[in-house]
């Protein structure tokens, strides 16, 4: 497992100066930070109102580039699947949420749909897969 060292230290000193003020800490006190502190959370996952999701909880990760990761499945970190969530991720792959489609490259839609199948049968139990 990796160590808050170990996750800031990946980063050159730029990087890690530019990020030390948005967290309200010296950079030299950053070496003294574990794995709790807001850095190394933000590094593990994606920031969504103020909560760090790790990539389990999307439906399209192609990479460990959290900017990339699409369609969020939880309410919380590492949660089970929010039934009002995955229905935006439906329906963001079908006509579109809120006036948005998803754009996720053919090569990989089969296995995000199938992910986000599989969630919505475990967020909606009570529910037929004829209704989604």
Partial sequence: MKTARDLWGKYPKQVRLVWAPYFK????????????????KALEGQMV???VFPKSDFAYTPSDNTSEWKLRLTSTPGGKPDP??????VAALGKGFRGKKVQIPASALAGVKAKVRAAW????????????
């Fill in 25 to 40: 800490v010296d950079a030299e006190e950053v070496e003294k930070w574990d794995d709790s502190d807001p850095i190394c």
């Fill in 49 to 51: 109102d103020g909560k």
């Fill in 84 to 89: 009002a969530i995955v229905g935006a991720a």
């Fill in 121 to 132: 049968h475990k967020a909606n139990p009570d529910k037929g897969g004829d209704v989604l």
